[in-house]
């Protein structure tokens, strides 16, 4: 971890704050604001305190990937040239030389440096031990980081798993609670290879041996979160990038084998048939998640370095440093998207639709119906199963990166025979969904001009009172993309009834719209940076989007018992002003109010 302290200090990356800083909201509202700057920087908080119980502790770093050249540093190499190794090794060419033979059969020798070496003795990671009743998790800087947060949480954990039977290791990385000085929170989701070892064990009434560490090589945190398909292990793919192998060190209590160099490592064992309460905390679609049962380890051994930096990552509402984090994912993964659908030419998961929800893809399309069948093949293949709406464009299109132009191009193309709405699995953290799971899924297919004539544009004024004329609950009306055939709507809407009751009264002024889309109260028009967050996390294809003729209504609003929804809506992660305040006066935050309104700070 110091190695890469001092690179991202070389860069100008790096800002270091020597005041005392309160683990309790303050290092993570810091965080928060710092890295929505479109120079942000890593933060290392030399002295953090916690103000309650008037402990100290050992340095706590965080947005270590938190700009893209920060993220470039951290790998050693740009994302693209990893793809295109990948593309190789997935399409090699047949060597025409004896020189280029020689040159390939290197190359492949090379690849030994995937696998990870296990190595002998005790690793720098296990300088300091603490066993049994010595163990103390609140000696550790974990962060709250929001007001109605459970608890503090680790969010920069390595959490290493086995399947029972020792063949297959698994690095993820979970949200992970402290209850007390020895018992930590497991949120590993029903989809992920943690779960399945978990099922494994519980099968065989079994306790399950995990190991946490947190630090050293910022790369292992990013192989942690990558979607590598099941059953291969992700330090495989750390090797391919660093070109040398993960060394690791068996775990003192437990036969999970975690890095030598990491500064803290948290050992334990899950009994299989307890679980308890977990949450809410504020995740990083940028909404608590309930409180519901998961598993809980029972901690046996605390080890660290002699002076150890404490990882950790604020998540909440975009942008945040999974922005950067996911980009090196999507640009790496590419090829191997490529092999389910080859036809794929390049993709973005823009970061305010929490890359899950929203994926725009450009695809060279060979017959009618390609664009909907990649649909179904992205849907099903890993995490990428979890994308809520995908939308689809031809090889003619401009780069799904350019999201305005891409933008224009959909709208100009955009028609109701274009649209495909289906179900399957979501993220577990979705909110929309009637179900925890499992729900709706849009499909966009702009492979083809699906349009159908274009609409009269009147100004945002004289609509919004003939919408007024029409039900007094509409509060404010902003058009966007107005230059094209199909302008989308933004309807702030005093929701007293289902939205969908008011919707064929709205149908008399169909002559001016295409796409409405209903919002609630707390949205601000004039942004749609957040617009975008909001609405993607806010509906269900399924239940909320609505074809009446030529026109599209989407509801975005809140939804409760009236729209059959019955799980609860829940709060949005704001920062706690006084906190804000606070850091403000003492100089560690600026008080940018022009930047604080954009990404709605204080909600």
């Not at 998540?315 to 950067?324: R, S, T």
């Not at 704001?574 to 204080?602: A, Q």
Request: hydrophobic residues 40%; negative net charge; contains cysteine.
């Amino acid at each position: 971890m110091q190695k890469y302290i001092d690179l991202l200090k070389q860069h100008d990356l790096l800002k270091i704050i020597d005041k005392p800083v309160d683990i309790d909201l303050e290092i993570a509202h810091a965080s928060y604001i710092e890295v929505k700057k479109p120079d942000s920087k890593a933060l290392l908080f030399t002295n953090p305190v916690c103000k309650k119980s008037g402990r100290k502790f050992a340095p706590v770093l965080t947005n270590i990937f938190g700009s893209f050249e920060a993220t470039k540093l951290i790998m050693g190499v740009d994302p693209d040239e990893v793809a295109k190794e990948i593309s190789n090794l997935l399409k090699p060419k047949k060597p025409k030389s004896f020189a280029q033979k020689l040159n390939f059969m290197n190359y492949l020798f090379g690849l030994r440096n995937v696998f990870t070496k296990r190595i002998k003795g005790e690793g720098e990671c296990q300088q300091v031990k603490f066993k049994g009743d010595e163990v103390d998790l609140f000696s550790l800087p974990v962060l709250k980081t929001w007001e109605l947060d459970g608890g503090a949480f680790i969010t920069m954990g390595q959490v290493y798993t086995q399947s029972l039977d020792g063949e297959l290791a698994n690095l993820g990385m979970y949200r992970l609670q402290i209850y007390d000085k020895n018992r930590l929170g497991m949120h590993w989701q029903i989809h992920k290879d943690g779960a399945n070892f978990f099922n494994e064990y519980k099968r065989a009434g079994k306790k399950m041996p995990v190991s946490v560490a947190i630090g050293g090589d910022p790369l292992y945190i990013w192989c942690g979160q990558a979607p590598l398909p099941k059953g291969i292990f992700e330090l495989l793919l750390y090797g391919f990038i660093r070109k040398s192998p993960a060394k690791l060190v068996k775990s003192l209590t437990n036969e999970i084998y975690i890095p030598h160099d990491a500064d803290f490592v948290i050992e334990g064992f899950v009994d299989t048939s307890k679980t308890e309460l977990e949450g809410p905390f504020g995740d990083h679609t940028g909404f608590y998640t309930p409180i519901e049962p998961f598993p809980v380890m029972d901690v046996t051994a605390i080890t660290h370095k002699r002076e150890p930096i404490f990882h950790a990552t604020v998540v909440g509402k975009p942008p945040l440093e999974d922005k950067y984090m996911g980009w090196a994912t999507g640009r790496i993964f590419l090829p191997l998207l490529q092999t389910t659908v080859p036809e794929l030419i390049d993709y973005d998961m823009p970061e305010n639709g929490v890359f899950h929800n929203l994926i725009l893809a450009k695809l060279e399309t060979l017959y009618p119906g390609h664009a909907k069948q990649a649909m179904h093949a992205f849907w099903g293949v890993g995490q990428m199963s979890f994308v809520k709406h995908a939308v689809f464009v031809d090889e003619s299109a401009p780069n799904p990166s350019e999201y305005d132009k891409f933008t224009d191009y959909v709208l100009n193309r955009f028609g109701v025979k274009g649209i495909l709405i289906t179900e399957g699995v979501c993220d577990q953290l979705d909110h929309a969904s009637p179900n925890s799971c499992y729900g709706g899924k849009l499909g966009i297919d702009a492979t083809a001009d699906f349009s159908e004539g274009e609409v009269e544009i009147l100004a945002d004024d004289t609509l919004f009172e003939k919408f007024k004329e029409i039900d007094e609950d509409v509060l404010e009306v902003k058009q966007f993309k107005t230059d094209t055939k199909s302008p989308i709507c933004v309807i702030k809407y005093d929701k007293k009834r289902p939205v969908k009751e008011t919707l064929d009264k709205f149908m008399q002024l169909k002559e001016y719209f295409k796409i409405v889309v209903f919002v609630g109260a707390e949205n601000y028009l004039e942004n749609p940076y957040m617009l975008v967050w909001r609405v993607t996390n806010n509906i269900d294809a399924m239940r909320d989007i609505y074809i009446k003729q030529s026109v599209v209504f989407v509801d975005a609003t809140q939804k409760g018992i009236e729209d059959g929804y019955e799980r609860g809506w829940p709060k949005q992660t704001d920062c706690t002003p006084e906190v804000v305040r606070s850091l403000i006066e003492r100089g560690i935050v600026e008080n940018d109010e022009k930047l604080f309104k954009k990404f709605e700070i204080f909600g």
